[in-house]
């Protein structure tokens, strides 16, 4: 079993900054993709950004040149720094990772439980 646990949301105003933290835990060969969803009240669940083991990365438009996702692979954490934060950033933001939990078994999805971020104008 894999656990996901995010960490880092909160309230800021906009023009501000946030961090979040993403911590895969439990039986864990391998990790291929990280990344971050989120999903505002009323809307469907997007994309913000993925990061493969290698380091490369993935954006939607609307988040290039604020978000910037890392990880890091010894710590099996995934991080979002979101910057110039605006109101319509406000979401659940949820973290996967795809993992192989033994050699031979394939990449699963997990998922986080999500943590609020609410940016005020």
């Known amino acids: 079993q894999v656990q996901l646990v995010e960490s880092g949301g909160g309230l800021v105003q906009a023009g501000g900054s946030l961090r979040l933290s993403c911590a895969a835990s439990g039986t864990i060969f391998s990790i291929s993709a990280m990344g971050w969803y989120r999903q505002a009240p009323g809307k469907q669940r997007e994309l913000v950004a993925s990061?493969?083991?290698?380091?490369?990365?993935n954006y939607a438009d609307s988040m290039k040149g604020r978000f910037a996702i890392s990880r890091d692979n010894a710590k099996n954490t995934v991080y979002l720094q979101m910057s110039s934060l605006e109101p319509e950033d406000t979401a659940v933001y949820l973290c996967?990772?795809?993992?192989?939990?033994?050699?031979?078994?394939?990449?699963?999805?997990?998922w986080g439980r999500g943590t609020q971020v609410t940016v005020s104008s």
């Open positions: 990061i493969t083991s290698g380091g490369t990365t």
């Open positions: 996967y990772a795809s993992v192989k939990s033994r050699a031979t078994m394939p990449f699963i999805n997990y």
